[in-house]
C-alpha cells in the first residue's frame, strides 16, 4: 500500500471499511527497524496490524475485537483487552512458516480471561507472567483471579472505596523496572464519574512507588511511559506529547499532535502517537480546540511516529471513514507482517493446531 491506497474491504472478521493513507516512507521504516505496528479503535471494534508485505508494499491487516482497548505486544503473543475479557493471542506459525505466502506471525486467541465489563483501559505483563491492567470502572490497578473478575492490588490514596463508579477515570499505566510504577487520571474525584466535570485541568500523574501526585496540572493525560529512564505522558486535552519531570513535576512540550491522543509506544529514537478526532459534547471545551486553531489544522485519526530528538513527524498514517477514534499502540519488535484471526470470523472455530510431541501421561 503506498501513500493514498486503500485498506481492505470489510469483511467477515468484523472487519470496517476504512480509507487508509500513510507517508510514502512508513514501509521503509518498519523494514529498516525490524518492527511492525498493533493499534486498536475501542469506538469500531478493531485490532489493527501494521506490517510490510514481501516488495515493500505496506500491509493492514483488520480483526474484530468488540470494544478493542489495552494493547501488550511482543514478538509471539498479544494481550488484548475488549469488552468484557481480555484475550491473549498466540503466535501458531512455526519458524520459517508463513501464513497465506506474506504473514510471518498469526496470531490467534488461546486464551480468553473473563472480567465482565469493568472498562479495562491499559495492561501490561510482568515479569512473572501476571498481566497487570487499570481497572477504570472500580478506580483501581487489578490482576486476574481464577474465580472473581479481578483482584484489586492498589488504588489512588483519595479513592474511599472501590465501587463501580468510574470515579476519577483511571486510565493508563507506566512499567518500570518491570513494575506498575505510574498512572494517569483525570482528576482526583472520589464520587461517581465526577471526571466528566474536570476534564479541562486538574488531570493528575501518581507515582505509586509512594503514592505521590507528580502533577496535577495535565488535561486529560493518557499513557503514560518511562523510556530510557524518562517520564512521558499524552497531555490528551491540550494535543502535546509531554516529557515530565519525575521529581519536580514540570512539564515540557514535545510535540503537538492536530488529535485528541491516546496510546504511546517507543522504538528507539521514536515515539508512535495514536490520535482520534474529538468528540464533539466529551471533549468540548478543552485546550486541544484553541491549539488547533492557532495552527489553523484539521484533527486526525491516526498513528504518528515523532522523532524524540527533534519533536518532528518521521512517519504517519491516517485513517478515514468509520474509523474515528483509536485507543493504545504498541510496537512489535522483530515481525515483518503480522496477521491475527478474529473471534467474530469464520475461520476462529477451525483454525486448530496441535504440538508435535507427545506429552507424558
Same mark, same amino acid.
Not at 515479569?127 to 491492567?133: D, L
Not at 464519574?193 to 495535565?218: C, H, M, P, Q, S
Not at 478526532?277 to 484553541?290: A, K, Q, T, V, Y
Not at 491475527?340 to 470470523?345: G, N
Given at each position: 500500500?503506498?501513500?493514498?491506497?486503500?485498506?481492505?474491504?470489510?469483511?467477515?472478521?468484523?472487519?470496517?471499511? @476504512?480509507?487508509?493513507?500513510?507517508?510514502?516512507?512508513?514501509?521503509?521504516?518498519?523494514?529498516?527497524?525490524?518492527?511492525?505496528?498493533?493499534?486498536?479503535?475501542?469506538?469500531?471494534?478493531?485490532?489493527?496490524?501494521?506490517?510490510?508485505?514481501?516488495?515493500?508494499?505496506?500491509?493492514?491487516?483488520?480483526?474484530?475485537?468488540?470494544?478493542?482497548?489495552?494493547?501488550?505486544?511482543?514478538?509471539?503473543?498479544?494481550?488484548?483487552?475488549?469488552?468484557?475479557?481480555?484475550?491473549?493471542?498466540?503466535?501458531?506459525?512455526?519458524?520459517?512458516?508463513?501464513?497465506?505466502?506474506?504473514?510471518?506471525?498469526?496470531?490467534?486467541?488461546?486464551?480468553?480471561? @473473563?472480567?465482565?465489563?469493568?472498562?479495562?483501559?491499559?495492561?501490561?505483563?510482568?515479569?512473572?507472567?501476571?498481566?497487570?491492567?487499570?481497572? @477504570?470502572?472500580?478506580?483501581?490497578?487489578?490482576?486476574?483471579?481464577?474465580?472473581?473478575?479481578?483482584?484489586?492490588?492498589?488504588?489512588?490514596?483519595?479513592?474511599?472505596?472501590?465501587?463501580?463508579?468510574?470515579?476519577?477515570?483511571?486510565?493508563?499505566?507506566?512499567?518500570?523496572?518491570?513494575?506498575?510504577?505510574?498512572?494517569?487520571?483525570?482528576?482526583?474525584?472520589?464520587?461517581?464519574?465526577?471526571?466528566?466535570?474536570?476534564?479541562?485541568?486538574?488531570?493528575?500523574?501518581?507515582?505509586?512507588?509512594?503514592?505521590?501526585?507528580?502533577?496535577?496540572? !495535565?488535561?486529560?493525560?493518557?499513557?503514560?511511559?518511562?523510556?530510557?529512564?524518562?517520564?512521558?505522558?499524552?497531555?490528551?486535552?491540550?494535543?502535546?506529547?509531554?516529557?515530565?519531570?519525575?521529581?519536580?513535576?514540570?512539564?515540557?512540550?514535545?510535540?503537538?499532535?492536530?488529535?485528541?491522543?491516546?496510546? !504511546?509506544?517507543?522504538?528507539?529514537?521514536?515515539?508512535?502517537?495514536?490520535?482520534? !478526532?474529538?468528540?464533539?459534547?466529551?471533549?468540548?471545551?478543552?485546550?486541544?480546540?484553541?491549539?488547533?486553531?492557532?495552527?489553523?489544522?484539521?484533527?486526525?485519526?491516526?498513528?504518528?511516529?515523532?522523532?524524540?530528538?527533534?519533536?518532528?513527524? !518521521?512517519?504517519?498514517?491516517?485513517?478515514?471513514?468509520?474509523?474515528?477514534?483509536?485507543?493504545?499502540?504498541?510496537?512489535?519488535?522483530?515481525?515483518?507482517?503480522?496477521?491475527?484471526?478474529?473471534?467474530?470470523?469464520?475461520?476462529?472455530?477451525? @483454525?486448530?493446531?496441535?504440538?508435535?510431541?507427545?506429552?507424558?501421561?
Amino acid at each position: 500500500m503506498s501513500e493514498g491506497a486503500d485498506s481492505p474491504a470489510g469483511g467477515e472478521d468484523g472487519s470496517i471499511k @476504512t480509507e487508509i493513507t500513510c507517508s510514502r516512507g512508513l514501509a521503509g521504516w518498519l523494514v529498516a527497524h525490524d518492527v511492525s505496528l498493533a493499534f486498536t479503535s475501542y469506538q469500531t471494534g478493531q485490532l489493527f496490524l501494521v506490517g510490510v508485505q514481501a516488495g515493500g508494499v505496506l500491509s493492514v491487516n483488520q480483526i474484530g475485537f468488540t470494544r478493542a482497548m489495552g494493547l501488550w505486544a511482543g514478538e509471539q503473543r498479544i494481550y488484548l483487552a475488549a469488552l468484557a475479557q481480555v484475550w491473549r493471542l498466540e503466535n501458531m506459525l512455526r519458524q520459517g512458516e508463513r501464513a497465506n505466502q506474506h504473514f510471518d506471525r498469526c496470531f490467534v486467541p488461546r486464551n480468553a480471561q @473473563t472480567t465482565g465489563d469493568i472498562d479495562v483501559h491499559e495492561l501490561a505483563v510482568q515479569p512473572n507472567g501476571r498481566v497487570v491492567f487499570v481497572n @477504570t470502572s472500580y478506580s483501581c490497578l487489578a490482576e486476574f483471579d481464577l474465580t472473581h473478575s479481578f483482584r484489586p492490588i492498589w488504588k489512588p490514596p483519595f479513592i474511599s472505596k472501590l465501587a463501580p463508579e468510574d470515579r476519577c477515570h483511571l486510565n493508563g499505566l507506566a512499567m518500570q523496572d518491570g513494575k506498575a510504577r505510574y498512572v494517569t487520571a483525570v482528576c482526583r474525584s472520589d464520587v461517581v464519574n465526577g471526571w466528566r466535570d474536570r476534564r479541562a485541568e486538574g488531570g493528575i500523574l501518581i507515582d505509586l512507588k509512594d503514592d505521590r501526585i507528580v502533577t496535577e496540572k !495535565l488535561s486529560m493525560p493518557h499513557s503514560p511511559r518511562v523510556w530510557n529512564n524518562r517520564l512521558w505522558v499524552l497531555d490528551s486535552g491540550r494535543g502535546y506529547l509531554c516529557e515530565i519531570d519525575a521529581q519536580s513535576g514540570k512539564a515540557r512540550d514535545h510535540a503537538f499532535l492536530p488529535g485528541f491522543l491516546r496510546g !504511546l509506544a517507543f522504538h528507539g529514537p521514536a515515539a508512535i502517537v495514536g490520535l482520534s !478526532l474529538p468528540r464533539d459534547r466529551s471533549f468540548s471545551g478543552l485546550e486541544l480546540d484553541d491549539n488547533l486553531k492557532k495552527k489553523d489544522a484539521d484533527p486526525w485519526c491516526g498513528i504518528q511516529i515523532i522523532d524524540l530528538r527533534t519533536g518532528d513527524v !518521521l512517519q504517519w498514517l491516517r485513517l478515514e471513514g468509520l474509523v474515528r477514534e483509536l485507543f493504545d499502540v504498541a510496537v512489535i519488535p522483530g515481525v515483518r507482517c503480522p496477521m491475527a484471526v478474529s473471534p467474530q470470523a469464520q475461520e476462529f472455530a477451525t @483454525t486448530v493446531t496441535r504440538v508435535e510431541e507427545f506429552g507424558a501421561l
